[in-house]
């Protein structure tokens, strides 16, 4: 999705299990920003099962749109799996990131079992649903589960993910590969953001930030990992005061 507007560009991506729909609304936000949502690999719409589910190959994917896109260095947002690639393009590709966001991130991490209890959890999704209220249902009510309902792919037999449970343990677990060289290589004024109740511990957050080189932390009170979804008023004064500092460089 590409929201018209004017440059720098602004390049979104979302989250493991997740997908551009994600971020809509941040988009439509930015005040007038040209703002591109990418599908990574294995989401949303791009392509369910890929071959190559390297860390190496998603940055490629958003190398190549940048090419396509802007003739100009972009302001690259990311949250969680997405802020991992954003990351790793940035330390490979400093001429393409004017700045950079990194939501709930660190530089890898995770362990076999979380990977496996993930993949059990979304196995146990009984799809098909039959619509996005059975959905709802199954899912609840959280705006983590609403975006997944939102998401949910219409086939002729009722609604599916749009992702494959193998596919994201696989993404997650070359994720949880710590990537410290390349986070030390960063050289983009960045922003990393974390919630209250996010996923991480504070001595993951202090070690991150302290690892990284021009970088800005904020802390999301009362917000959950999916802080662009349940915290998205203070995710946006965040990620637009930070952009704005930059000017139009």
């Known amino acids: 999705m590409v929201v018209d507007g004017v440059e720098p560009t602004v390049v979104i991506l979302h989250g493991l299990a997740g997908s551009g729909r994600e971020f809509e609304r941040t988009a439509k936000e930015l005040a007038g920003r040209r703002t591109i949502l990418i599908d990574q690999r294995g989401h949303?719409?791009?392509?369910?099962?890929?071959?190559?589910?390297s860390r190496e190959a998603f940055v490629s994917d958003v190398v190549m749109i940048i090419g396509a896109e802007s003739a100009r260095r972009v302001d690259l947002v990311g949250?969680?799996?997405?802020?991992?690639?954003?990351?790793?393009?940035?330390?490979?590709?400093?001429?393409?990131v004017r700045r950079l966001v990194l939501l709930e991130c660190d530089a890898g991490s995770g362990t076999p079992?979380?990977?496996?209890?993930l993949g059990d959890y979304f196995r146990s999704w009984p799809i098909p649903f039959a619509d996005r209220a059975a959905a709802s249902a199954t899912l609840g009510a959280?705006?983590?589960?609403?975006?997944?309902v939102a998401d949910l792919?219409?086939?002729?037999?009722?609604?599916y993910p749009r992702f494959d449970p193998d596919v994201m343990v696989a993404v997650i677990a070359e994720v949880a590969t710590a990537r410290w060289s390349e986070w030390r290589q960063v050289t983009a004024p960045t922003l990393v953001v974390y919630a209250e109740n996010g996923m991480f511990t504070e001595r993951q957050k202090v070690d991150f930030?302290?690892?990284?080189?021009?970088v800005t932390r904020?802390?999301?009170?009362?917000?959950?990992?999916?802080?662009?979804?349940?915290?998205?008023?203070?995710?946006?004064?965040?990620?637009?005061?930070?952009?704005?500092?930059?000017?139009?460089?």
Request: aromatic share 4%.
């Open 44 to 53: 949303g719409r791009s392509a369910r099962h890929p071959l190559d589910l």
């Open 79 to 96: 949250h969680s799996m997405g802020a991992h690639t954003a990351m790793m393009l940035a330390a490979a590709h400093p001429h393409l």
């Open 113 to 117: 079992e979380e990977h496996t209890a």
């Open 142 to 148: 959280g705006p983590l589960a609403q975006a997944w």
């Open 153 to 159: 792919e219409h086939r002729a037999d009722g609604l």
């Open 209 to 214: 930030v302290a690892g990284g080189g021009e």
């Open 218 to 249: 904020i802390d999301l009170a009362g917000a959950s990992h999916d802080a662009h979804l349940d915290a998205f008023d203070a995710w946006m004064t965040a990620l637009t005061s930070f952009l704005e500092a930059g000017g139009a460089a």
